[in-house]
């Protein structure tokens, strides 16, 4: 496939800080090895799920400890709720949740009493009775409170970690790769309450190998080695990945490619690729456009269609296409234009 | 939200509840910190023995003689420390001996042992042995010093019940000295020169007989009068005094010489109450027994502390500090590095909870614990072993109450500086290994060097130790030493476990 768009961040507004609940510029940590995360641009607005994809060993993690404090950055800057987050106090930090990459929570205790034992950091209001109750319901773990962690599934204790992140009701979370390890129905479930958290106005920072779930996030950044190498909404990704809109069309003979070339000029298309002796791929601006032109330029050269669609290339295939090109070409956001996303308030966006 | 101290306190009892729950849940844990050192305690008690058994000995002898054969028919009379259990005439065969374990040492006589003392030489007998262990061969040493000085003694008794014997006959000269005596006075008083010379004759010639006969007499006679007086009688003086004394006063009489007749008499009348007084000498050192002139002197010991204690209630307070200092440092050593290794402490980075927060919980959770495993272990031991506890009980609970804080704090500031709970445990074992040797458990602090015994005070331990012992067995207080190292070293860890944790959750 040939694809010549480049790959690069989509146009941005450039927001007052104040209005972003995450905003990271230049952000680096870099470790003694050479590893960790290299000038990052983030800005993120309130009431949004924020999904950061990248392999094993990107640095999402690193984002997520400098976003959350834990750790400081080597150069540039992050900010949460308008102040570095190495500064927070304790009423700061409590308007944070964090769900870690890895189980923290304690065996030898129960699920209710695990729950409690975090509820309690934030304040005797969140380890009341009904707050047990109300939040073991919510991760439908109610007929499981007085089993041992170490008696529960896999599955089981990443549910009671996201109530244990959420318990106190934060207005930022930070998920580190919650849905590893589980099964698809859960993590169904899963993307189901992030949605919830989101309509409720919280905003969620969630990291995940799983690529396919960035259809269910407002905006996704994609890290590889440690640099963010993309960054926009879930279909934005998409075009950035292809250089436009993808079209496959099926013709019902075979046709030379002097028609391909001139229906490619004719519809204003980028690029196209023989995908078999009768089907073309398209790569167009705008598919919606496209299709209606592509249909009546063919109708008038009397050249017939078997079919013409929009074609929704799969995250995997994204994601996989942005990160080889960056490997290959070593092209990265353009400095200044990336990372920045457009604040559309997320209920007026549609995702897949 | 605004931070209060309700949410201040909610955290810290949150981290109380979590780490008793923990533990609690592990009752097989709780069961064996109680059970096993009781165990041990009950066994040690058992299987102690007051005294040790006797090492079979066998004798090294080359040569035969007088001496040799009154040593092996008299080998039930070498003590209850050495056993005899045979002969053998070289040193290659006692090894042998000893290397089967058939004897655990060898004698070996010198050789022509009467001969070297009669030369002016101490006979020396060689102890041979194979034991490794330092304090053993400490105890032989002594032993073997202690029957030598046994067998001496066994020597001299024999020579002075001889030598008393022979008194008999010294008496009955002494007697005939006196009787010559009296008799020369009388003839001087008299005027009868001649018979007053004839007597003087026969004193002269009874005392010779004396010193003739007395030569060893005398000498035990000696030491009769220095050990027994505390020194030579400065009026009648020693056996030998007394004698020459007489020998020397009959000298000055002179029987020819008739104006100084008056001066001989009261002189000779002198001699009479010197020569009295060598028989009352004599008389003496006839009743006492052998045993006490050959050994005048004996000593005896008495406890003047409150308890009497068995070994096992000597160790008992010991057992209880180690365990608890243990506890508290496995506690503590585990503890963060544990919240470390599952991910915790980046949610109580991240979380509102501060290091005091997360520190006072858990000081208290594990307080708690360990109080309930001391009070039970104190328990058994009292009322299953009668271990005596004198003094106040109060006394007794600050004093482990605050070694297990200093115990907690060395654990929570282990637990700062390694990365991984074998890292842990392993230095657990150190400081416990450590305590054993150095903190007086059963090692005697005076046996060590000063250097060293700085290490020993250093220790936390080592404070609790010597004033539990105090506090149960002699009613004692506890000095202010203790109370501020004990005090003062639980504040100071503390504050060292803050600061380090403290930097351990801030951002990095």
């Not at chain 1, 993120?44 to 834990?70: E, H, W």
């Not at chain 2, 050495?82 to 655990?104: H, Q, Y």
């Not at chain 2, 006969?213 to 400065?234: I, N, Q």
């Amino acid at each position: 496939m040939s694809v010549d768009a480049p790959v690069s961040a989509s146009p941005v507004a450039d927001e007052p800080g104040d209005a972003l609940m995450i905003r990271a510029r230049e952000m680096s940590r870099v470790y003694h090895s050479g590893d960790g995360v290299h000038a990052l641009d983030l800005s993120i607005p309130p009431g949004s799920i924020f999904g950061f994809i990248g392999p094993s060993g990107s640095g999402k993690t690193t984002t997520v400890r400098l976003c959350t404090g834990a750790l400081a950055p080597t150069s540039g800057s992050v900010e949460v709720f308008g102040q570095p987050p190495s500064t927070f106090d304790a009423a700061m930090r409590s308007r944070i949740g964090y769900m870690p990459q890895l189980s923290v929570l304690y065996e030898d205790l129960s699920v209710k009493q695990n729950l409690a034992f975090f509820a309690s950091l934030y304040g005797p209001t969140y380890s009341t009775k009904q707050r047990m109750s109300d939040m073991l319901e919510f991760v439908e773990l109610s007929e499981h409170s007085a089993k041992r962690v170490s008696q529960t599934s896999g599955g089981m204790q990443r549910r009671l970690s996201l109530a244990a992140a959420l318990v106190h009701e934060p207005d930022v979370v930070f998920l580190d790769e919650p849905t590893a390890g589980i099964d698809p129905v859960l993590r169904k479930k899963f993307w189901d309450r992030f949605r919830d958290l989101r309509e409720a106005g919280k905003t969620l920072f969630v990291t995940t190998q799983y690529v396919g779930e960035a259809a269910y996030c407002d905006y996704v950044g994609v890290l590889a080695d440690g640099r963010l190498i993309a960054l926009d909404t879930p279909d934005g990704l998409r075009r950035l990945a292809f250089g436009g809109d993808v079209v496959d069309v099926e013709f019902k003979r075979l046709v030379d490619v002097e028609l391909l070339d001139e229906m490619t000029e004719a519809i204003n298309a980028a690029s196209y690729d023989i995908r078999s002796p009768r089907t073309v791929r398209f790569v167009v601006d705008e598919a919606s456009t496209a299709l209606p032109a592509l249909t009546s330029w063919l109708n008038d050269r009397s050249v017939e269609l078997a079919q013409a669609e929009e074609f929704l290339p799969p995250y995997d295939d994204v994601f996989v296409e942005l990160v080889n090109r960056f490997r290959d070409e070593d092209v990265g956001i353009a400095p200044g234009t990336s990372g920045r996303l457009q604040t559309t308030r997320p209920a007026d966006l549609e995702t897949s | 939200m605004k931070y209060s101290f309700s949410i201040w306190l909610s955290g810290t009892l949150a981290f109380f509840k979590k780490e008793l729950i923990a533990i609690v849940r592990q009752p097989k844990l709780v069961l064996t910190l109680v059970a096993g050192p009781f165990a041990i305690l009950a066994l040690f008690g058992a299987g102690y023995k007051q005294s040790v058994d006797p090492l079979t000995a066998v004798f090294v002898i080359v040569d035969s003689g007088p001496f040799i054969d009154e040593l092996e028919s008299r080998t039930d009379e070498l003590g209850d420390d050495f056993k005899f259990v045979g002969t053998v005439d070289t040193a290659g065969a006692a090894l042998t001996e000893i290397r089967s374990g058939r004897a655990d040492v060898a004698i070996v006589v010198p050789p022509n042992p009467v001969t070297k003392v009669r030369s002016g030489e101490r006979a020396v007998f060689t102890i041979l042995h194979d034991r490794l262990d330092p304090f053993e061969q400490a105890t032989i040493s002594l032993l073997a010093r202690s029957t030598v000085n046994e067998i001496n003694d066994r020597i001299l008794q024999d020579l002075v019940t001889t030598g008393q014997g022979e008194s008999a006959d010294l008496a009955e000269l002494v007697g005939e000295t006196q009787s010559s005596l009296s008799a020369m006075r009388a003839a001087m008083e008299e005027g009868n020169t001649a018979e007053a010379t004839q007597r003087r004759n026969d004193v002269t010639s009874s005392l010779a007989a004396i010193r003739a006969e007395t030569s060893l007499s005398e000498a035990v006679a000696t030491s009769v009068g220095d050990g027994v007086g505390g020194g030579e009688d400065v009026t009648t003086g020693t056996f030998g005094d007394q004698l020459n004394r007489l020998s020397d006063g009959l000298d000055s009489v002179d029987l020819s010489e008739s104006d100084s007749l008056d001066d001989d008499i009261a002189t000779v009348a002198a001699l009479e109450e010197d020569a009295a007084t060598l028989d009352e000498t004599l008389t003496e050192f006839r009743r006492i027994p052998p045993d006490v002139i050959v050994r005048p002197l004996d000593a005896d010991t008495e406890v003047v502390s409150a308890a009497d204690l068995q070994v096992v209630d000597f160790y008992a307070p010991g057992v209880i500090a180690l365990l608890i200092q243990h506890l508290g440092i496995v506690f503590g050593g585990l503890s963060l590095v544990r919240e470390r290794a599952r991910g915790t402490t980046e949610v109580f980075q991240v979380a509102p909870v501060r290091p005091m927060q997360i520190l006072l919980g858990k000081y208290a959770a594990y307080l708690v614990a360990a109080a309930i495993v001391a009070g039970s272990l104190s328990l058994l031991m009292t009322r299953v072993f009668g271990v005596p506890i004198i003094g106040s009980i109060w006394l007794f609970v600050a004093i482990m109450t605050l070694l297990n804080m200093a115990s907690l704090g060395i654990g929570f500031v282990l637990s700062s500086v390694v990365d991984t709970d074998m890292q842990a445990v392993n230095a657990a074992l150190i400081m416990l290994l450590l305590s054993i040797f150095f903190s007086g458990f059963f090692l005697s602090l005076d046996r060590l060097t000063t250097a060293v015994r700085v290490v020993s005070w250093s220790l936390p331990i080592t404070h609790a130790i010597d004033s539990l012992r105090d506090v149960m067995f002699r009613g004692a207080g506890v000095d202010i030493r203790t109370w501020v190292a004990l005090g003062g070293g639980s504040v100071v860890l503390f504050a060292l476990a803050w600061t380090l944790l403290a930097r351990k959750l801030a951002s990095r």
